[in-house]
């Protein structure tokens, strides 16, 4: 392949938007930094006369790009049209408009020739990205000895769009190239949170170097700390928080020095104080309140939180409201725009990675917690390390795997955890708490089923699916949500404790595992079914019922059994499928 391509996010969003979601064919110019493979610029051909199989450039482009080009510092390196499915690769039409093209762009060193089909069902190539429901695959032509030749391109996509958002940082428009000094940098007006208006410019190696930050009023740049040991994503974000710490740490001194020197009898110096002193020890005035309810020793424990949907993100929240110091938080997910309405993201978060978003949550709640992030499945992160470095597991994933996989390391390792799960519609729900001595989750939830099953309401299996939580993507209402996450976020508070502590959420929990009744099911509807078939005796049900299971353990079980039988979770290897197939084919 020839030398790699690098494409800004926002370029690859609008050539989406324009060309990957209309059938073709559409089509537009790409323009990038001088002397440099880095397309940041993207002009549609709304005009142009196309056809289902056809996209010819409109006269309005070809002026379009000469503005530009006179415009700002931005440079012609392309164009970017459509093709039908099925054929993802220049047609020769095209390949003889290239050679005209080079022959018409003498500085063009390579023209670029990205071909967008929607084909999505076929594996992607090197050359290739996923464009939302398109895919776009680069090709580019260089000068030979005999005409030219053609070639795919590797891409590299610049996240400058989402590590702005990451950031907080709202740019007025796409960075557009300008010239400072004989350099191109691609220029931006945003609003920088704590700072307000500034101009932020990007080099041409962004983001491996930090941008420069001009605030609008100030003396000259801002200072980012620039830490290319953090993923690329989350570089700007950290900078940012580190700068806004550094400033809120200044005015903090100013505010302490000026209250020396003015004295305490001064109009609002008692709010201010408050203020400052929040700033200074939030945890402390975290306890402030819950004195007896929970131990400030939350401030040192750990917990994992395996999926940061609706019910994980909401425990995040939670916990560190409640004081927990640290967190590690896994999810390989994206927040999207539907995520808004029911769990604890805003419309700020869309587009960012969940476990990321959740970190950001939980540092404005509280600024001196210890946040680990992890954009990835449970099978590509470590988890015999991570559960070992937490007191306690949250798993609030609806993936039925992640969850036995996540509850075996978790029991295996001595630590309690809690697994919160939703029925059909969030209309009902259920917590199951593991630790030592208890039921583990595959044997609470298999247990459970079959016990139901027992009772004669064949409708159990079907209209619940006890225990793999599977549901919990389905719309239902948020208060529903949060009503089974709540509890287990009690219960993941009390685990946080231990046994002996002399606090009300240490007597909460413990008293459960004491009790062996650590398989809770909850009903939201008047009348929930379970209650109403199978507790009908029962006095005084309405909604919002509760019913603590003792489960029992399999003595032959790999994860809670005997303790010479059990399995090391770290042991465990996905079956070759391939191999697994060669033998088969061989019988
Ligand atoms: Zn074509
Ligand atoms: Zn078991």
Redesign the pocket.
């Known amino acids: 392949m020839l030398t790699p391509v690098r494409v800004a996010d926002f370029v690859l969003d609008a050539i989406a938007a324009r060309v990957g979601a209309v059938e073709p064919e559409q089509g537009g110019a790409l323009l990038g930094l001088p002397g440099s493979d880095y397309v940041t610029e993207f002009i549609h051909d709304a005009d142009a006369a196309t056809t289902g199989t056809r996209y010819q450039n409109t006269d309005w482009l070809i002026a379009a790009i000469g503005a530009r080009e006179a415009a700002t510092a931005a440079r012609f390196k392309g164009i970017v049209h459509s093709h039908p499915r099925g054929m993802p690769v220049p047609s020769s039409q095209d390949q003889a408009e290239y050679a005209e093209s080079l022959r018409l762009n003498p500085l063009l060193a390579r023209y670029l020739a990205p071909i967008v089909t929607h084909d999505v069902d076929t594996p992607l190539a090197g050359h290739e990205i996923r464009l939302g429901p398109a895919r776009i695959s680069f090709y580019g032509a260089e000068r030979a000895a005999d005409g030219f030749v053609l070639a795919p391109v590797r891409p590299v996509v610049v996240p400058v769009a989402r590590m702005l958002r990451r950031a907080g940082i709202r740019p007025e428009g796409d960075p557009a190239a300008i010239d400072v000094e004989g350099a191109t940098l691609l220029a931006t007006q945003a609003q920088l949170p704590g700072f307000g208006a500034v101009t932020l410019l990007l080099g041409a190696d962004f983001p491996a170097t930090a941008p420069i930050v001009l605030p609008e009023h100030g003396d000259g740049p801002l200072a980012l700390g620039w830490d290319l040991g953090v993923p690329a994503v989350e570089r700007l974000a950290r900078a940012v928080r580190t700068l806004r710490r550094g400033r809120a740490r200044d005015r903090e001194e100013r505010d302490a020095s000026h209250r020396d020197g003015a004295g305490a009898d001064e109009a609002g110096t008692e709010e201010q104080g408050a203020v400052a002193a929040a700033r200074r020890d939030p945890v402390r005035l975290l306890f402030a309140r819950t004195e007896g309810i929970l131990s400030p020793t939350l401030a040192d424990r750990s917990v994992l939180i395996a999926g940061a949907g609706s019910v994980g993100s909401y425990m995040a929240e939670v916990l560190a409201r409640s004081g927990v110091g640290a967190f590690t938080i896994v999810d390989p997910d994206e927040v999207e725009a539907v995520n808004v309405g029911r769990s604890a993201y805003r419309v700020a978060d869309v587009g960012l990675g969940k476990a990321f978003a959740a970190a950001e949550i939980v540092l404005a709640i509280n600024p001196s917690a210890r946040v680990g992030v992890h954009a990835a499945r449970h099978e590509d992160v470590d988890l015999a390390a991570l559960v070992a470095e937490a007191d306690v597991v949250v798993v609030a994933t609806d993936d039925p795997q992640a969850q036995a996989r996540v509850g075996h390391f978790a029991y295996w390792a001595g630590r309690p955890a809690v697994f919160p799960g939703l029925y059909q519609g969030a209309q009902g729900g259920e917590v199951i708490i593991t630790a030592e001595g208890s039921?583990?989750f595959?044997?609470a939830t298999g247990g459970v089923r079959a016990d139901l099953e027992e009772t004669g309401s064949n409708e159990v299996a079907a209209r619940t699916d006890y225990g793999t939580g599977r549901l919990i993507a389905e719309p239902g209402l948020l208060t529903d949500v949060h009503h089974v996450a709540a509890i287990a976020a009690k219960a993941a508070l009390g685990l946080l404790h231990s046994p002996d502590d002399d606090v009300t959420a240490a007597r909460f929990a413990h008293g459960i595992l004491k009790a062996g009744t650590t398989y809770a099911v909850f009903g939201h509807e008047p009348d929930y079914w379970i209650f109403a078939e199978l507790m009908r005796a029962a006095p005084a049900q309405y909604a919002y019922q509760s019913l603590w299971l003792t489960v029992a353990?399999?003595s032959d079980?790999p994860?809670?059994?005997e303790p010479a039988g059990r399995t090391d979770p770290s042991a465990y290897k996905e079956p070759d499928v391939d191999f697994i197939r060669t033998l088969r084919d061989g019988e």
């Open positions: 039921a583990c595959a044997c353990g399999r079980c994860v809670c059994g």
